[in-house]
Antibody, heavy 119, light 114 residues
Framework: QVQLVQSGAEVKKPGASVKVSCKAS????????LHWVRQAPGQGLEWMGW????????NYAQKFHGRATMTRDPSIITAYMEVSSLMSDDTAVYFC????????????WGQGTLVTVSS | DIVMTQSPDSLAVSLGERATINCRSS????????????LAWYQQKPGQPPKVLIY???TRESGVPDRFSGSGSGTDFTLTISSLQAEDVAVYYC??????????FGQGTKLEIK
Protein backbone atom coordinates (compact mmCIF):
# COMPACT_ATOMS: atom_id res chain seq x y z
CA GLN A 1 0.00 0.00 0.00
CA VAL A 2 1.36 3.38 -1.02
CA GLN A 3 1.46 5.54 2.09
CA LEU A 4 3.39 7.85 4.35
CA VAL A 5 3.08 7.11 8.05
CA GLN A 6 4.19 9.72 10.55
CA SER A 7 5.18 9.45 14.18
CA GLY A 8 2.80 10.21 17.00
CA ALA A 9 1.84 13.42 18.75
CA GLU A 10 4.41 15.26 20.84
CA VAL A 11 4.24 17.73 23.70
CA LYS A 12 7.31 19.89 24.19
CA LYS A 13 8.36 22.79 26.38
CA PRO A 14 9.49 26.10 24.89
CA GLY A 15 13.13 25.97 23.89
CA ALA A 16 13.12 22.22 23.32
CA SER A 17 13.45 20.36 20.02
CA VAL A 18 11.16 17.89 18.31
CA LYS A 19 11.90 15.31 15.63
CA VAL A 20 9.05 14.00 13.50
CA SER A 21 9.44 10.92 11.32
CA CYS A 22 7.75 10.03 8.04
CA LYS A 23 7.99 6.42 6.88
CA ALA A 24 7.29 5.62 3.26
CA SER A 25 5.91 2.38 1.88
CA UNK A 26 4.65 1.02 -1.41
CA UNK A 27 6.81 3.14 -3.70
CA UNK A 28 10.45 3.87 -4.48
CA UNK A 29 11.53 6.11 -1.61
CA UNK A 30 14.40 7.70 -3.51
CA UNK A 31 12.26 8.46 -6.56
CA UNK A 32 10.26 11.30 -5.04
CA UNK A 33 10.93 14.46 -3.07
CA LEU A 34 9.44 14.83 0.40
CA HIS A 35 8.14 18.21 1.43
CA TRP A 36 7.11 19.30 4.90
CA VAL A 37 4.06 21.50 5.48
CA ARG A 38 2.63 22.63 8.79
CA GLN A 39 -0.77 23.86 9.88
CA ALA A 40 -1.37 25.78 13.09
CA PRO A 41 -4.71 25.11 14.81
CA GLY A 42 -7.55 26.54 12.73
CA GLN A 43 -5.10 28.09 10.29
CA GLY A 44 -3.89 27.53 6.74
CA LEU A 45 -1.00 25.58 5.27
CA GLU A 46 2.60 26.73 5.56
CA TRP A 47 5.38 25.25 3.42
CA MET A 48 8.57 24.51 5.36
CA GLY A 49 10.97 22.85 2.94
CA TRP A 50 11.88 19.75 1.00
CA UNK A 51 14.39 16.93 1.08
CA UNK A 52 15.60 14.80 -1.79
CA UNK A 53 15.70 11.27 -0.33
CA UNK A 54 18.08 10.21 -3.10
CA UNK A 55 21.00 12.42 -2.05
CA UNK A 56 19.87 14.18 1.09
CA UNK A 57 19.73 17.60 -0.58
CA UNK A 58 17.47 20.08 1.17
CA ASN A 59 15.85 23.47 0.69
CA TYR A 60 14.18 25.38 3.50
CA ALA A 61 11.79 28.29 3.64
CA GLN A 62 13.76 31.31 4.84
CA LYS A 63 11.60 31.42 7.96
CA PHE A 64 12.93 28.03 9.08
CA HIS A 65 16.58 28.39 8.10
CA GLY A 66 18.76 27.36 11.00
CA ARG A 67 15.87 26.04 13.06
CA ALA A 68 14.55 23.18 10.94
CA THR A 69 16.65 20.23 9.79
CA MET A 70 15.43 17.63 7.33
CA THR A 71 17.22 14.31 7.05
CA ARG A 72 16.52 10.86 5.74
CA ASP A 73 17.59 7.25 6.16
CA PRO A 74 17.01 5.33 2.91
CA SER A 75 17.83 2.03 4.62
CA ILE A 76 14.61 2.31 6.63
CA ILE A 77 12.74 4.41 4.04
CA THR A 78 12.17 7.16 6.57
CA ALA A 79 12.52 10.93 6.48
CA TYR A 80 12.82 13.18 9.50
CA MET A 81 12.15 16.80 10.27
CA GLU A 82 13.60 18.32 13.42
CA VAL A 83 12.65 21.75 14.69
CA SER A 84 14.74 23.32 17.43
CA SER A 85 14.21 26.24 19.83
CA LEU A 86 10.48 25.60 19.86
CA MET A 87 8.12 28.45 20.61
CA SER A 88 4.40 28.41 21.38
CA ASP A 89 3.57 29.44 17.83
CA ASP A 90 5.27 26.28 16.54
CA THR A 91 2.23 24.43 17.86
CA ALA A 92 0.85 22.86 14.70
CA VAL A 93 0.16 19.70 12.78
CA TYR A 94 3.22 18.83 10.72
CA PHE A 95 2.70 16.94 7.47
CA CYS A 96 5.12 15.22 5.14
CA UNK A 97 4.00 15.10 1.51
CA UNK A 98 5.37 13.45 -1.63
CA UNK A 99 6.14 15.26 -4.86
CA UNK A 100 7.55 13.86 -8.08
CA UNK A 101 9.83 16.90 -8.43
CA UNK A 102 11.26 19.52 -6.12
CA UNK A 103 8.77 21.88 -7.78
CA UNK A 104 5.63 19.81 -7.81
CA UNK A 105 2.25 19.13 -6.35
CA UNK A 106 1.69 16.69 -3.52
CA UNK A 107 -0.06 13.48 -4.49
CA UNK A 108 0.50 11.64 -1.21
CA TRP A 109 0.41 12.98 2.35
CA GLY A 110 1.21 11.63 5.76
CA GLN A 111 -1.56 11.65 8.33
CA GLY A 112 0.03 14.54 10.20
CA THR A 113 1.78 14.86 13.57
CA LEU A 114 0.48 17.27 16.20
CA VAL A 115 3.28 19.06 18.01
CA THR A 116 2.15 21.05 21.03
CA VAL A 117 4.55 23.53 22.60
CA SER A 118 3.50 24.46 26.08
CA SER A 119 5.14 25.26 29.39
CA ASP B 1 7.85 35.44 -2.09
CA ILE B 2 4.78 34.91 -4.25
CA VAL B 3 1.62 35.77 -2.34
CA MET B 4 -1.47 33.70 -3.12
CA THR B 5 -4.83 35.32 -2.39
CA GLN B 6 -8.07 33.38 -2.52
CA SER B 7 -11.58 34.72 -2.73
CA PRO B 8 -13.97 34.45 -1.09
CA ASP B 9 -12.78 33.35 2.35
CA SER B 10 -16.00 31.39 2.77
CA LEU B 11 -18.79 30.33 0.50
CA ALA B 12 -22.22 28.76 0.98
CA VAL B 13 -23.78 27.01 -2.02
CA SER B 14 -26.93 24.95 -2.40
CA LEU B 15 -26.66 21.26 -3.22
CA GLY B 16 -26.52 20.75 -6.96
CA GLU B 17 -25.45 24.33 -7.63
CA ARG B 18 -22.13 25.60 -8.93
CA ALA B 19 -19.34 26.68 -6.58
CA THR B 20 -16.51 28.91 -7.78
CA ILE B 21 -13.33 29.71 -5.88
CA ASN B 22 -10.75 32.18 -7.13
CA CYS B 23 -7.01 32.35 -6.58
CA ARG B 24 -4.71 35.18 -7.58
CA SER B 25 -0.91 35.12 -7.44
CA SER B 26 1.20 38.22 -6.89
CA UNK B 27 3.27 37.30 -9.94
CA UNK B 28 2.79 34.98 -12.87
CA UNK B 29 3.21 31.25 -12.26
CA UNK B 30 3.24 30.49 -15.98
CA UNK B 31 6.60 29.07 -17.04
CA UNK B 32 7.15 30.22 -20.60
CA UNK B 33 9.55 27.44 -21.59
CA UNK B 34 6.88 24.72 -21.20
CA UNK B 35 3.72 26.86 -21.17
CA UNK B 36 2.60 25.33 -17.87
CA UNK B 37 1.03 27.06 -14.92
CA UNK B 38 2.64 25.85 -11.69
CA LEU B 39 -0.54 25.84 -9.65
CA ALA B 40 -2.40 23.16 -7.74
CA TRP B 41 -5.70 22.95 -5.86
CA TYR B 42 -6.24 20.91 -2.69
CA GLN B 43 -9.28 19.90 -0.67
CA GLN B 44 -8.99 19.45 3.09
CA LYS B 45 -11.66 17.95 5.29
CA PRO B 46 -11.55 18.25 9.10
CA GLY B 47 -8.95 16.05 10.72
CA GLN B 48 -7.49 14.95 7.39
CA PRO B 49 -4.46 15.93 5.34
CA PRO B 50 -5.09 17.87 2.15
CA LYS B 51 -5.88 15.97 -1.03
CA VAL B 52 -4.80 17.17 -4.46
CA LEU B 53 -7.62 17.84 -6.89
CA ILE B 54 -5.97 19.73 -9.74
CA TYR B 55 -2.39 20.33 -10.85
CA UNK B 56 -0.88 22.31 -13.73
CA UNK B 57 -3.87 24.59 -13.05
CA UNK B 58 -6.30 22.41 -15.02
CA THR B 59 -5.23 18.75 -14.91
CA ARG B 60 -7.53 16.68 -12.73
CA GLU B 61 -5.84 14.15 -10.45
CA SER B 62 -6.75 10.53 -11.12
CA GLY B 63 -9.88 9.53 -9.23
CA VAL B 64 -11.13 13.07 -8.69
CA PRO B 65 -14.76 13.45 -9.83
CA ASP B 66 -15.20 15.36 -13.07
CA ARG B 67 -17.42 17.94 -11.37
CA PHE B 68 -14.14 19.50 -10.22
CA SER B 69 -12.35 21.62 -12.82
CA GLY B 70 -9.57 24.17 -12.82
CA SER B 71 -8.96 27.06 -15.18
CA GLY B 72 -6.91 30.20 -15.58
CA SER B 73 -3.40 31.22 -16.50
CA GLY B 74 -0.68 33.58 -15.41
CA THR B 75 -1.94 35.14 -12.19
CA ASP B 76 -5.67 34.37 -12.08
CA PHE B 77 -7.11 30.93 -11.48
CA THR B 78 -10.46 29.36 -10.68
CA LEU B 79 -11.60 26.11 -9.13
CA THR B 80 -15.14 25.19 -10.13
CA ILE B 81 -17.39 22.52 -8.68
CA SER B 82 -20.13 22.14 -11.25
CA SER B 83 -22.77 20.54 -9.05
CA LEU B 84 -22.11 20.67 -5.32
CA GLN B 85 -22.42 17.43 -3.39
CA ALA B 86 -22.62 17.09 0.39
CA GLU B 87 -19.20 15.42 0.51
CA ASP B 88 -17.60 18.52 -1.07
CA VAL B 89 -17.90 20.48 2.18
CA ALA B 90 -14.26 21.27 2.97
CA VAL B 91 -11.61 23.95 2.91
CA TYR B 92 -9.96 24.48 -0.47
CA TYR B 93 -6.43 25.77 -0.99
CA CYS B 94 -4.48 26.83 -4.03
CA UNK B 95 -0.70 26.50 -4.07
CA UNK B 96 1.99 27.74 -6.41
CA UNK B 97 5.05 25.61 -7.00
CA UNK B 98 6.62 27.91 -9.56
CA UNK B 99 9.24 29.98 -7.89
CA UNK B 100 12.22 29.24 -5.78
CA UNK B 101 10.84 28.42 -2.37
CA UNK B 102 8.66 29.00 -0.48
CA UNK B 103 5.90 27.23 -2.38
CA UNK B 104 3.13 29.31 -0.98
CA PHE B 105 -0.50 28.44 -0.35
CA GLY B 106 -3.56 30.62 -0.44
CA GLN B 107 -5.27 31.31 2.89
CA GLY B 108 -8.04 28.82 2.14
CA THR B 109 -11.71 29.02 1.23
CA LYS B 110 -14.28 27.31 3.44
CA LEU B 111 -17.11 25.79 1.42
CA GLU B 112 -20.41 25.01 3.12
CA ILE B 113 -23.91 23.96 2.14
CA LYS B 114 -26.55 26.70 2.00
Amino acid sequence: QVQLVQSGAEVKKPGASVKVSCKASGYTFTGYYLHWVRQAPGQGLEWMGWINPNNGGTNYAQKFHGRATMTRDPSIITAYMEVSSLMSDDTAVYFCARAAERRGWYDLWGQGTLVTVSS
Amino acid sequence: DIVMTQSPDSLAVSLGERATINCRSSQSVLYSSNNKNYLAWYQQKPGQPPKVLIYWASTRESGVPDRFSGSGSGTDFTLTISSLQAEDVAVYYCQQYYSTPPYTFGQGTKLEIK
